[in-house]
């Protein structure tokens, strides 16, 4: 099979306020996900679809990439994802015309030394949510705490995939 490695679009959340959290988009060699409180930024080497260079400052809506992960073999064009189902069926997921990619790079924080993490608090549920969105591995995860109230940064262990991101946004714990 030719088609993406995980299922980034488990990470978007319908009920968030901002249409521009509701793709994948696609730029500089990688695949961005988020939904305000999870950001998974996937290298494209991790998949095995044809046309990878196609995917360059575009994006694909959670939907569509969700059938697209059903696909037998994907090949990405100038046009949009051209797709052969299990059932031999040809189809096109023309990406989405009308979005502002936002800056993820942006928004992924820089470790800081000088900041000692006493306590951290997880939503499970958005914990999860990442789990099932990344590759599988069988190694687990390095969590890297930035600072309290900061982003924790998720690499896998796998060597194979140690350039695979997710970032997670610990709850805030009052005393």
Known sequence: MKTFISDLHLVIDKKHGNPNLLNIYFKNGNAYVCDGHILIRQPLSYSDIEGKEALENVAISGEKFKAIRKM?????????????SKEGESVLFEYEKDF???DFESVIPKPDKEHHLCELGIDLERLNKLRLAMIKNKRGVKMTFT??????????????????LGIIMPLCLSK
Do not use: Q, W
């Open 100 to 102: 502002k990619m936002p």
């Open 72 to 84: 037998k073999h994907v090949t990405a064009t100038k046009a949009g994802f051209y797709c052969v």
């Open 147 to 164: 600072g309290e109230n900061r982003a924790i940064l998720i690499n896998s262990l796998e060597e194979d995939f140690k350039e695979e």
